[in-house]
């Protein structure tokens, strides 16, 4: 058989039938529900042996819209002479006999659990995606109803930090070009489920000290690794009295919004000193000072302890 593409003039005088629709736009939306688990849910109880099915609901399965319609609607189960508990599906099914998609409801077997989906694909067949379980004890003439519903995801957008989607939908994605970070909205903030600086020199020049192993430091994921390095006295015996900025400076980007972090440094001679690495709501931002220590005499080494961490997003 030739190639073919469609809708096109030379296909079938541009008509487009019900399987070539499918294969064509099964994968422009996910199967399932619009809307999220926020949401008033489908199916609920209904009088007697039956389910309700709620207004103004839709969603698609396999390219086909579903439209619930204005008001609600009844679909009644099955009586259950079992002594055993049963559980059926409720369903949202495309059923190509006809093209139609549909509630219905997948009986279950008494004493069983929940009985398998179908998921036929081609042109013939039935598909299914799950709305609600509803489990009904022997005897009885009443359900229970457990939500399930499958619902339609949501795209990765690309944007820039400061062009993301101000109207964002539950569980929407974002990829930032000018950051290489990817964001999720939660329904109140963009949260960062993927980032990666790389090594970042955070040197900064001070006349007491000098440098001996480069600072840097690095952001994956939201999560803030430090290596200080370690830095020699240049200027002056500093007294165990005085604290001592030490130089390095932690980027905006990577200070903890509120809390002060603080490491250990070996000291030249045997001795342990504190260092606090100050937080974006300090008067010191992001500047890592020695703060408790014995006397430092000049030329001695401070060296520092790898791996502070903190998350920042």
Request: charged share 20%; proline share 6%; with cysteine.
């Amino acid at each position: 058989m030739a190639e073919e593409s469609y809708p096109s003039p030379g296909h079938n005088s541009r008509a487009v039938t019900d399987d070539e629709h499918e294969l064509l736009a099964s994968r422009f939306s996910d199967d399932g529900i619009y809307g999220d688990p926020t949401d008033t849910q489908v199916i609920t109880a209904g009088t007697g042996l039956s389910v309700n099915v709620r207004p103004d609901a839709a969603g698609s399965v396999r390219g086909h819209g579903w439209y619930s319609g204005s008001t609600t609607t009844a679909v009644p189960l099955s009586a259950n002479i079992s002594s055993q508990p049963r559980i059926d599906w409720i369903v949202l099914r495309l059923d190509r006999s006809d093209w139609t998609v549909r509630v219905a409801v997948v009986g279950g077997t008494p004493g069983s659990g929940a009985p398998a989906l179908t998921q036929q694909t081609g042109t013939t067949g039935v598909y299914e995606i799950p709305l609600a379980q509803a489990r009904i004890l022997g005897g009885a003439s009443s359900v229970t109803v457990t939500r399930a519903e499958l619902y339609v995801g949501t795209r990765c957008r690309p944007a820039t930090s400061t062009t993301r989607n101000p109207n964002p939908r539950l569980g929407e994605e974002c990829f930032e070009t000018d950051t290489g970070a990817k964001r999720i909205w939660t329904g109140s903030a963009w949260k960062l489920v993927f980032d990666d600086t790389g090594d970042i020199e955070i040197s900064l020049l001070t006349p007491a000290w000098s440098i001996g192993v480069t600072p840097v430091i690095e952001r994956r994921n939201g999560i803030v690794c430090l290596r200080l390095g370690s830095f020699q006295r240049k200027v002056g015996n500093l007294a165990g009295s005085s604290e001592s900025r030490l130089p390095a400076q932690i980027p905006s980007a990577f200070q903890h919004r509120n809390r002060d972090q603080y490491a250990l440094a070996y000291i030249e001679g045997v001795s342990i000193g504190r260092i606090t690495i100050y937080s974006k709501a300090s008067d010191k931002p992001g500047q890592v000072w020695l703060v408790q220590h014995p006397t430092i005499p000049i030329g001695d080494y401070v060296l520092t302890q790898s791996g502070p961490s903190w998350v920042v997003d």
